[in-house]
Protein backbone atom coordinates (compact mmCIF):
# COMPACT_ATOMS: atom_id res chain seq x y z
CA UNK A 1 0.00 0.00 0.00
CA UNK A 2 1.43 3.51 -0.92
CA UNK A 3 0.32 6.79 1.12
CA UNK A 4 1.12 10.51 0.67
CA UNK A 5 4.15 11.65 1.88
CA UNK A 6 2.21 14.16 4.13
CA UNK A 7 0.89 11.10 5.43
CA UNK A 8 3.82 9.35 5.94
CA UNK A 9 5.52 12.42 7.51
CA UNK A 10 2.90 12.68 10.21
CA UNK A 11 2.47 9.11 10.80
CA UNK A 12 6.78 8.98 11.41
CA UNK A 13 6.65 12.09 13.71
CA UNK A 14 3.67 11.21 16.09
CA UNK A 15 4.68 7.58 16.13
CA UNK A 16 8.07 8.94 17.19
CA UNK A 17 7.00 11.41 19.31
CA UNK A 18 4.32 8.85 21.12
CA UNK A 19 8.24 6.41 21.74
CA UNK A 20 10.24 9.63 22.66
CA UNK A 21 8.03 11.42 25.35
CA UNK A 22 8.31 8.52 27.98
CA UNK A 23 12.07 8.83 27.67
CA UNK A 24 11.61 12.68 28.59
CA UNK A 25 9.06 12.32 31.54
CA UNK A 26 11.32 9.77 33.10
CA UNK A 27 15.02 11.73 32.76
CA UNK A 28 13.68 14.24 35.25
CA UNK A 29 11.77 12.06 37.39
CA UNK A 30 13.92 11.93 41.16
CA UNK A 31 14.84 8.66 40.90
CA UNK A 32 16.26 8.82 37.60
CA UNK A 33 17.52 12.70 37.55
CA UNK A 34 19.56 13.11 34.19
CA UNK A 35 19.11 16.79 32.80
CA UNK A 36 21.15 16.33 29.70
CA UNK A 37 18.51 13.47 28.72
CA UNK A 38 15.35 15.14 29.63
CA UNK A 39 16.28 18.25 27.82
CA UNK A 40 17.89 16.51 24.20
CA UNK A 41 14.23 14.09 24.36
CA UNK A 42 12.13 16.75 25.05
CA UNK A 43 13.32 19.43 22.82
CA UNK A 44 13.31 16.63 20.01
CA UNK A 45 9.47 15.39 21.25
CA UNK A 46 8.38 19.00 21.23
CA UNK A 47 10.13 19.25 17.31
CA UNK A 48 7.94 16.14 16.91
CA UNK A 49 5.07 17.24 17.89
CA UNK A 50 5.13 20.16 16.21
CA UNK A 51 5.52 18.59 13.31
CA UNK A 52 2.71 16.16 13.86
CA UNK A 53 0.95 19.41 14.44
CA UNK A 54 1.66 21.32 11.64
CA UNK A 55 1.37 18.35 9.40
CA UNK A 56 -1.94 17.44 10.38
CA UNK A 57 -3.13 20.45 8.82
CA UNK A 58 -2.23 19.35 5.11
CA UNK A 59 -4.21 16.40 5.78
CA UNK A 60 -7.56 16.89 4.51
CA UNK A 61 -9.57 13.97 3.66
CA UNK A 62 -10.94 10.97 5.28
CA UNK A 63 -13.90 9.35 6.72
CA UNK A 64 -14.80 11.99 9.50
CA UNK A 65 -14.21 15.02 7.62
CA UNK A 66 -16.47 17.65 8.30
CA UNK A 67 -15.34 21.16 7.98
CA UNK A 68 -13.17 21.83 4.81
CA UNK A 69 -12.26 18.39 4.54
CA UNK A 70 -10.84 18.57 8.92
CA UNK A 71 -12.05 15.90 11.16
CA UNK A 72 -12.78 16.42 14.74
CA UNK A 73 -9.72 15.12 15.59
CA UNK A 74 -7.99 18.14 14.26
CA UNK A 75 -9.05 19.82 17.38
CA UNK A 76 -5.85 18.89 18.49
CA UNK A 77 -3.57 20.81 16.06
CA UNK A 78 -4.63 23.98 18.10
CA UNK A 79 -4.16 22.17 21.77
CA UNK A 80 -1.48 20.75 21.08
CA UNK A 81 0.03 24.26 19.91
CA UNK A 82 -1.44 25.88 22.86
CA UNK A 83 -0.38 23.71 25.24
CA UNK A 84 3.69 23.68 24.25
CA UNK A 85 3.30 27.62 24.71
CA UNK A 86 1.82 27.24 28.20
CA UNK A 87 4.61 24.48 28.96
CA UNK A 88 7.36 26.90 27.58
CA UNK A 89 5.86 29.97 29.42
CA UNK A 90 5.76 28.12 32.50
CA UNK A 91 9.51 26.59 32.19
CA UNK A 92 10.49 30.66 31.59
CA UNK A 93 8.49 31.54 34.40
CA UNK A 94 10.46 29.12 36.70
CA UNK A 95 7.19 27.26 37.43
CA UNK A 96 8.26 23.73 36.95
CA UNK A 97 5.35 22.06 38.54
CA UNK A 98 3.41 23.76 36.03
CA UNK A 99 5.84 22.76 33.40
CA UNK A 100 5.81 19.13 34.20
CA UNK A 101 1.84 19.02 34.42
CA UNK A 102 0.98 20.47 31.26
CA UNK A 103 3.83 18.22 29.37
CA UNK A 104 2.08 14.91 30.99
CA UNK A 105 -1.27 15.86 30.21
CA UNK A 106 -0.01 16.82 26.60
CA UNK A 107 1.70 13.47 26.53
CA UNK A 108 -1.62 11.31 27.59
CA UNK A 109 -3.96 13.58 25.26
CA UNK A 110 -1.94 14.16 22.09
CA UNK A 111 0.36 11.01 22.19
CA UNK A 112 -2.09 8.15 24.21
CA UNK A 113 -5.33 9.56 23.84
CA UNK A 114 -5.17 10.74 20.15
CA UNK A 115 -3.12 7.52 19.46
CA UNK A 116 -5.78 5.32 20.77
CA UNK A 117 -8.43 6.98 18.63
CA UNK A 118 -6.39 6.30 15.37
CA UNK A 119 -6.50 2.70 15.94
CA UNK A 120 -10.30 3.10 15.02
CA UNK A 121 -10.96 0.98 11.78
CA UNK A 122 -12.53 3.96 9.86
CA UNK A 123 -8.77 5.74 9.96
CA UNK A 124 -6.21 4.40 8.10
CA UNK A 125 -3.51 3.18 10.91
CA UNK A 126 -6.50 1.31 12.27
CA UNK A 127 -7.16 -0.01 9.13
CA UNK A 128 -3.87 -1.53 8.85
CA UNK A 129 -3.40 -3.16 12.18
CA UNK A 130 -6.87 -4.84 12.73
CA UNK A 131 -7.17 -4.74 8.77
CA UNK A 132 -3.86 -5.90 7.42
CA UNK A 133 -1.40 -6.99 9.82
CA UNK A 134 -3.92 -8.61 12.31
CA UNK A 135 -6.60 -9.40 9.75
CA UNK A 136 -7.32 -13.18 8.71
CA UNK A 137 -4.59 -14.57 6.18
Not at 7 to 15: D, E, G, Q, S
Given at each position: MQIEPI????????????AIGPVALWARRRGAALPRLHRAAG????TLMVLTAVSALFIRHGPNALLAGFSPI????PFTLGALFVAFRYLFQGNI???RKTMRQLYLGACVVA???TLSPDRL?????WGQWLGPP
Open positions: IAVHLTAALLATYAWVHLLVTGHGAFLGQWV
